[in-house]
């Protein structure tokens, strides 16, 4: 059984930071790519941050320079750093994982409010 489970979410301050963590289980995380989306009331999910089996990464442009993602393969956990966070960061996150020709998954979200 494959889980996903996403913590670290929460209030914060206007220009305040926060961690994001996704533990996997029941995958074989090291072949996996991993993402975080976020979903604001009444908006699409979108992708935030996204990285490869090896490495690599990628941002949505509204993130980048505030936002890091990395990976512990020996965790099997995935992390968004978030700094300088702004009101319109408010959303739920969600964790994803993606193994080619086997599956697409989700965690079940984590509330991260931003007061301003």
């Known amino acids: 059984q494959v889980q996903l489970v996403e913590s670290g979410g929460g209030l914060v301050q206007y220009g305040g930071s926060l961690r994001l963590s996704c533990a996997a289980s029941?995958?074989?995380?090291?072949?996996?790519?991993m993402g975080w989306y976020r979903q604001a009331p009444g908006k699409q999910r979108e992708l935030v941050a996204a990285?490869?089996?090896?490495?690599?990464?990628n941002y949505a442009e509204f993130v980048k320079g505030r936002f890091t993602i990395s990976r512990d393969n020996r965790k099997n956990t995935v992390y968004l750093q978030m700094n300088s966070l702004k009101p319109e960061d408010t959303a739920v996150y969600y964790c994803?994982?993606?193994?080619?020709?086997?599956?697409?998954?989700w965690g079940q979200g984590t509330q991260v409010t931003v007061s301003s």
């Open positions: 990285i490869t089996n090896g490495g690599s990464t």
């Open positions: 029941g995958i074989v995380f090291s072949v996996a790519a």
């Open positions: 994803n994982a993606v193994i080619h020709r086997v599956g697409d998954y």
